[in-house]
């Protein structure tokens, strides 16, 4: 396969990754707004940092409510982080990887990108906003069906699903950092009875609330909830079951190729970190360390890969 | 204002249907045209959905954009469609051999056939192909003929397009939207199958590799990239053949071979089937600021350790002051004479011709020699006078830039309307493979029919459609 090829289809799932999750993430501020008026600016606050787009954000606008935050992270062209800008670039990428594509996942993405420049076409008011949002997320699960469904499980496969996981895991560390900071005046307060709301929205953003209550038979508490989006390995947004998927797919690589990169022994000592461990321990090494060295080793995988298998000239 | 002419018709003749679409017409006479006209519909939705589209440069907002396509399909008979394919035969193994020649021993300008300033002033003209031969001699591997029909008989040329023809994946798709919409259609009617075509295009391609190649040859699609107007195209066609589609930054000159850039390191290949112009090819041979090509590709080629298709140099048969020639250029390399006939052509370059062109106007087509696409063309009947008048001021600066040409009677087929069937005017584009060994033209090939009433511009670019061709079994 080309290397071009291979960092398109690379891009392409993170671009489609990342759509979802910022929909998810404005999903959550949305419901937060709704059912607690109190300080719904600090919420809205909260969501442009958790997507990494605060200095982007306000470079363009003064203070943060539902209709500015939406449409930056919804529609704005100059948010290349935007929900529109994710899905163009998904669609440049499926075109530039087209031969490397069974014709299901071509035309659902194509679709894809039709159906969400229709929809995000003009600002989108807060009446219809939980429906384009659902569109939002149920079209990028279409493109990851047609995925599993139609494509050989071959590199193309595996160089999708690193893309697919490296954004997952990087988005996934950052809701819970920001999130958790954001709820925590100080470190003494860890373990205190959280404000519901606040750790509802953490697992919305993630889509776990219901999976929650399902998996674990705890309380919403910090421990419970760090361990579910950090180790649970059943939860397919967790940071360990991102790594583990990632190391697998390297692994594939590796012997398909009959060579060793480092993006693998990269990968398998992040997945180290998140094996066997338990909660206590990531907290007594300090919970925002452990998630900002995450975060960095993720982007520093991804460079790796994108190294190991020539992406660029 | 339009003249009435009477125009082939291809469907009737008088109160009767032609041959070809006597089976047709009686499956349509059955047919609702509510019906076929949502059908016309889903074709739409399903051609936005494939992504089936090519781009219009400089409008941003329109950035992609359908062909329209008709539903009525063109229909030539078995007998028809053989003495064509004949022709086009002749005339592409004549144009290899007018560019064998050219860039070799220049035998037909010594012969004074073709006037040597037509060479020389030439901008399509590469001096870095003299004395040098392509692998397997082959100049031109893929060649679109566009071809227009006047009468029962009577097929012309309009021009030959020997450098990169396009429109193939429309042949292709249309042919796919026809089968799924209608499969009843084509059990009752037996059509000839284009679905070869790539695997045609393929073997062509692999038989045209370096001498020096062993084993399977390694063949590539090269495409400028995603904003190229054909770039569906070129997907398309690297899709169906099974073959890498790189851009020039993919490729490199490794140990004196074009080697891609893979996953697990370089591989050479032996042919690029290139969507590239000459002037963009190379950087270290034509225009320094392209970043299209491959900086040192000419150099491998002429060491013969590349097949590039087509060949750099190719556009010089492209030329429509060429064009003119090209009947006497059948006759010197084949001896025999041109079974298709050229359209009259007025060579503005000769004083005399220039002013019967500027006498006649209102009455020809005038194209510039290099122009493709339908754009710097005059329609001289459909033009107003300020139009006329700012064309003649064009001619006059630079006449040897333009050929003119009567305009002809060009046959109608009949598209969909709301109210039905309506004759249109269409031309033709057929493909033909060259190989070394072997010249394969599949049956059938691109229609393009002009939608407006009345319209002799079928060009995409300028508002036309498409038609799936049918070439019947006979």
């Known amino acids: 396969m080309l290397g071009k090829t291979a960092g398109g289809l690379f891009w392409m799932f993170r671009n489609l990754e990342r759509a979802g999750n910022t929909a998810r993430l404005i999903e959550a501020g949305f419901r937060i707004a709704l059912t607690r008026s109190n300080d719904p600016e600090s919420e809205w606050k909260s969501v442009i940092v958790t997507s990494a787009s605060r200095p982007a954000y306000t470079a363009k606008h003064d203070g943060y409510d539902s209709a500015r935050v939406t449409d930056f992270l919804l529609r704005d062209p100059d948010n290349p982080n935007s929900v529109l800008s994710v ?32 929809a995000l076409k003009d600002p989108v008011p807060e009446t219809d906003l939980p429906e384009v949002l659902s569109l939002i997320r149920q079209q990028s699960a279409l493109v990851r069906g047609a995925l599993h469904g139609t494509m050989l499980r071959n590199d193309i496969y595996d160089f999708s699903r690193l893309g697919n996981f490296i954004e997952r895991m990087d988005s996934t ?138 992406f660029n000239a | 204002m339009t003249k009435k002419i009477n125009h082939f018709s291809e469907m009737t003749a008088g109160d009767d249907v032609r041959a070809p679409y006597r089976h047709y017409q009686s499956w349509f006479a059955g047919q609702d045209v509510n019906r076929l006209s949502r059908k016309a519909q889903e074709a739409e939705v399903f051609f936005r959905r494939t992504g089936i589209t090519f781009n219009v440069y400089g409008q941003s907002d329109a950035e ?68 040098f031969t392509p692998p397997g001699g082959v100049y031109t591997h893929i060649v679109g003929t566009d071809i227009v029909r006047t009468g029962e008989d009577d097929f012309y040329v309009l021009e030959d397009n020997a450098r990169t023809p396009s429109g193939v994946s429309y042949m292709l798709e249309n042919r796919e939207t026809m089968l799924q919409m209608f499969p009843e259609l084509f059990s009752k009617i037996k059509v000839q199958r284009v679905s070869d075509y790539p ?144 359209v009259q052509t007025h060579r503005c370059s000769e004083p005399d011709t220039l002013k019967y062109v500027l006498d006649n106007l209102a009455d020809l087509v005038v194209k510039e020699v290099h122009g493709s ?56 584009r057929p493909f033909a493979l060259v190989s070394p060994n072997s010249i394969n033209i599949v049956p059938g090939g691109l229609t393009r029919v002009a939608l407006t009433e009345g319209s002799l511009v079928v060009n995409s670019s300028q508002g036309g459609g498409t038609k799936d061709t049918w070439v019947l079994e006979s």
């Open chain 2, 373 to 428: 696409g339908g754009y710097g063309m005059l329609v001289g009947p459909a033009a107003n006078k300020k139009e006329l008048a700012d064309f003649a001021d064009k001619l006059r600066g630079n006449p040897a830039n333009y050929i003119a040409q009567p305009t002809l009677s060009l046959s109608t087929v009949p598209i969909l309307t709301d109210a039905g069937l309506a004759p249109r005017h269409v031309d033709l």
């Open chain 2, 64 to 131: 992609e954009r359908l062909i329209p396509f008709d539903l009525v399909p063109r229909i030539l008979s078995g007998a028809e469609w053989t003495k064509l394919s004949r022709g086009i035969e002749q005339r592409v193994r004549a144009i290899n051999a007018f560019l064998h020649d050219i860039y070799n021993r220049q035998e037909i300008l010594r012969a004074g056939i073709v006037p040597v300033e037509l060479i020389a002033k030439n901008a399509a003209f590469l001096p870095q192909m003299m004395d």
């Open chain 2, 199 to 342: 695997k045609n295009l393929r073997r062509s391609l692999e038989g045209s590799a370096p001498a020096g190649c062993t084993g399977r040859p390694c063949v590539v699609v090269l495409t400028p990239g995603i904003h190229n107007s054909a770039y569906y195209e070129h997907s398309f066609l690297a899709d169906q053949m099974g073959v890498e589609l790189v851009e020039g930054h993919d490729l490199r000159v490794i140990d004196g071979h074009i080697a891609m850039r893979t996953t697990r390191g370089y591989k050479v290949i032996d042919v690029i089937y290139r969507r590239v112009d000459d002037d963009f090819l190379d950087p270290l041979t034509f225009n320094p600021a392209s970043m299209l090509g491959v900086p040192g590709i000419m150099d491998v080629y002429r060491a013969g350790n590349i097949t590039i298709t087509n060949a750099p140099g190719t556009g010089v048969a492209d030329d429509k002051a060429i064009y003119s020639y090209v009947p006497e250029i059948i006759e010197f390399y084949t001896g025999e004479k041109a079974i298709l006939k050229n």
């Open chain 1, 87 to 118: 899905i163009k670039g998904a669609r440049d990428n499926a075109r530039l990887v087209r031969t490397a594509l069974t014709t299901e996942v071509w035309m659902a993405v194509n679709e894809t990108w039709m159906v969400l420049t229709k």
């Open chain 1, 173 to 310: 560390a950052r809701i819970i950092d920001v999130k958790y900071h954001a709820l925590l005046p100080a470190t003494s307060f860890v373990g205190s009875r959280m404000d519901n709301v606040q750790w509802e929205m953490i697992l919305r953003s993630v889509s776990a609330h219901a999976s929650f209550r399902w998996a674990v038979e705890g309380d919403y508490n910090a421990p419970n909830i760090a361990s579910f989006l950090i180790l649970d390995r059943r939860l397919p947004r967790s940071l360990a079951f991102c790594a583990s998927q990632i190391v697998d797919h390297l692994t594939y690589l590796s012997d398909e190729y009959r060579d060793r990169p480092q993006s693998l022994d990269l990968a398998q000592d992040l997945n180290a970190r998140l094996r066997d461990r338990d909660i206590s321990s990531i907290f007594d090494e300090g919970l925002h360390e452990f998630l900002n060295a995450v975060i960095r080793d993720t982007n520093t995988l991804g460079l790796q890969i994108q190294q190991d298998y020539r």
